[in-house]
């Protein structure tokens, strides 16, 4: 919760999506390193590395929690355009906010169902494999194809937030420019 609020500004200055793909990102190292240090969990400072990696593993997810919030009025905006494109502006406007009001309520209630499917997850897994290794590849490739369906529907050059991120960024290195 603290990266999430700390960290939104990120999202406003380089766009939600670029910060949700490297969020993904770190979210993979994270999970990375807890497998990894659960494997030589009896060298000396595993405990400290394993540690770090799931403090990785919180911040990203709060980092991604802000930004994916941020992507979704740029969504709504951008689809209000191509959805109804003889409407005025004022009315996409409208329609957008009430799209990504309902929108983020969905998103939040997902989010939520997270506290129970994580600790669920490890539950399994020990249940099943004797640890929690099971649990983690799952979350990981689970971040692996959230990064791909980020990256393939948000960021690359034909995706939806392309155009608008780039915008931004324009706009924060030449600040005259934006005037």
């Given at each position: ?69 941020q ?15 003889l ?19 969905f ?72 005037e």
């Amino acid at each position: 919760a603290l990266s999430r609020s700390g960290t939104g500004w990120l999202a406003d200055k380089y766009g939600g999506g670029r910060v949700t793909l490297w969020a993904f990102v770190l979210m993979m190292a994270g999970v990375s390193g807890v497998l990894w240090f659960i494997g030589v969990k009896d060298q000396a400072g595993a405990f400290w590395g394993f540690f770090a990696s799931f403090l990785l593993l919180f911040f990203a997810t709060g980092v991604g929690n802000a930004s994916t919030f941020q992507m979704i009025p740029a969504i709504m905006t951008k689809e209000m355009a191509r959805l109804m494109p003889l409407a005025d502006a004022e009315v996409r406007r409208r329609q957008a906010e009430k799209e990504s009001a309902a929108i983020t309520g969905f998103t939040s209630a997902i989010a939520a169902f997270g506290a129970f499917f994580i600790p669920k997850g490890y539950g399994t897994s020990i249940a099943l494999t004797g640890g929690p290794e099971a649990a983690l590849w799952g979350f990981l490739i689970f971040y692996v194809s959230c990064l791909a369906i980020t990256w393939a529907v948000y960021t690359r050059k034909s995706g939806l937030l392309h155009d608008i991120e780039r915008a931004k960024r324009g706009a924060s290195i030449h600040p005259a420019a934006a005037e």
